[in-house]
């Protein structure tokens, strides 16, 4: 008789997203696949099979066996759009926006990304490591588990390759799954004001070649916006990623309107993400062209903001949506994706089958993970979380509180409440 690693068993309501590994969209995203007085099987890390058939897995053997005591049962959610990797908090300027200080101008005064990148260099990188691992402790324990990360914090040669080296080291030994990503073309840095064309050709000359030959990074993301990389520099940058074998990514149209959208359209990238002021263009090229649309609502939330990007209109018009976190010192502080649902349901109008399906499969999908994780079923990896709860809709409910119970990451337990 063969002895699998783990049972979880007398699931309630357990959600599989189970479904082709690729991007949902439209009606799709309302299928979450629900399953009711369910079981999981997992061996070696990985799902083996998942059954409500009561006889069937009576029959399954395992080393452990869980009770999950009809409680919801999830995928871990795949948080597709992080900056980790800072050295100081920014509370200070959060106090400024309260006061009415526009993001805007306070990032013209030195605040913002230049900020961070100041206090980042003057951080030994073992501090920094420190810091990021407590971060990504911190989003286990809120159900994360596969987030994207990106550089972007250092804007220097050496800063953002210690930026790389701190995630590559972390992920090492790490339970959570870390998809890297190059952004050296956050912000034009202090020392560079006055010569924006000379840090250009750093970020192509220099930086894209070491990280692209370490393997620091599987993605080039860059902040397309007014005041930051105009659209010639972003389609030099990602065009130049491109050719060292670098995907592409875009911060697009998140303050004003730039085309953000549609050039991430014609250069077929992966992700184009924040997307608040998008154009009926943009969403219609991204359709056309498949690129994903990552949705990140507490940034508008925490930045004070009442526009938020148009989902409904997106989804209507056939573009998939991701959630994420946007994790970072300025502009969202939070790690929670919890949280994210419910502000995508009041301000985005998502549904909460919607907003499972962008923050599970989807947002895998966005970081090129679809095949391992986003869903609970035989094949991928182990990770799924136990709630406090019993259906899916209170997660989007109950806002404001750590509602798990136990979190798994091939199919280990990571965290769970004492």
């Known amino acids: 008789m063969n002895f699998f690693d783990l049972v979880v068993y007398n699931i309630g309501e357990l959600v599989t997203m189970d479904g082709a590994d690729q991007p949902r969209t439209g009606k799709e995203m309302a299928n979450i696949g629900v399953l009711e007085n369910a079981a999981i099987l997992v061996d070696n890390g990985k799902i083996v099979a998942v059954s409500q058939d009561q006889n069937t897995i009576s029959q399954w053997q395992a080393k452990e066996k869980i009770d ?32 009415g ?18 206090k980042l260099r003057e951080t030994p990188k073992n ?12 989003f286990l324990a809120l159900g994360t588990t596969t987030i994207e990360a990106k550089s972007g914090y250092g804007l220097s040669y050496d800063s953002e390759i210690a ?39 750093i970020v192509i000359d220099k930086m894209i070649p070491e990280v692209a030959r370490r393997k620091l990074a599987k993605y080039c993301d860059v902040f397309c916006e007014t005041h930051v990389f105009t659209l010639e520099e972003t389609k030099r940058i990602l065009q130049a990623a491109h050719e ?5 990514k875009l911060h697009a149209d998140e303050l004003s309107y730039t085309g953000g959208a549609e050039l991430a359209a014609s250069l077929k990238a992966t992700s184009a993400e924040h997307l608040v002021a998008i154009s009926d263009k943009g969403i ?22 009442s526009r938020y990007a148009p989902a409904r209109k997106m989804i209507d018009a056939g573009v998939a949506i991701a959630l994420s976190t946007d994790f970072n010192p300025g502009s969202s502080m939070t790690q929670s994706m919890p949280i994210v649902l419910t502000i995508a349901g009041l301000y985005l109008r998502m549904t909460p089958e919607e907003a499972l399906t962008a923050s599970t499969i989807n947002a895998a ?29 209170y997660l ?20 769970q409440i004492q």
């Open 284 to 305: 219609e090229e991204m359709a056309k062209e498949k690129v994903i649309a990552v949705l990140l609502p507490a940034t508008t939330f925490f930045l004070g903001s």
């Open 244 to 248: 060292h074998g670098l995907l592409s």
């Open 163 to 201: 930026s790389l080296e701190v995630l590559a080291e972390i992920g090492q030994d790490h339970a959570l799954d870390i998809v890297p990503t190059f952004m050296g073309a956050h912000e034009i840095p202090d020392e560079y004001r006055s010569n924006r064309e000379e840090y250009i050709r």
């Open 68 to 99: 999950a005591m009809q409680s919801l049962v999830t995928p871990g959610f795949v948080d597709p759009h992080t900056h980790p990797v800072f050295a100081a908090s920014r509370e200070k300027e959060f106090c400024m926006r309260i006061r």
């Open 101 to 118: 200080v526009k993001y805007e101008e306070i990032a013209k005064k030195g605040g913002g990304i230049r900020n961070s990148a100041r």
């Open 396 to 415: 989007p409910y109950h806002f404001g509180d750590n509602l798990l119970h136990s979190v798994f990451k091939k199919g280990k337990i990571v965290y």
């Open 365 to 393: 999908c966005a970081i090129g993970k679809e095949k391992e994780v986003g869903s609970i079923v035989p094949g991928k990896q182990a990770d799924f979380l136990i709630w406090q709860a019993s259906h899916y809709e």
């Open 127 to 138: 501090t920094l490591r420190d810091l990021t691992r407590k971060r990504l402790n911190r």
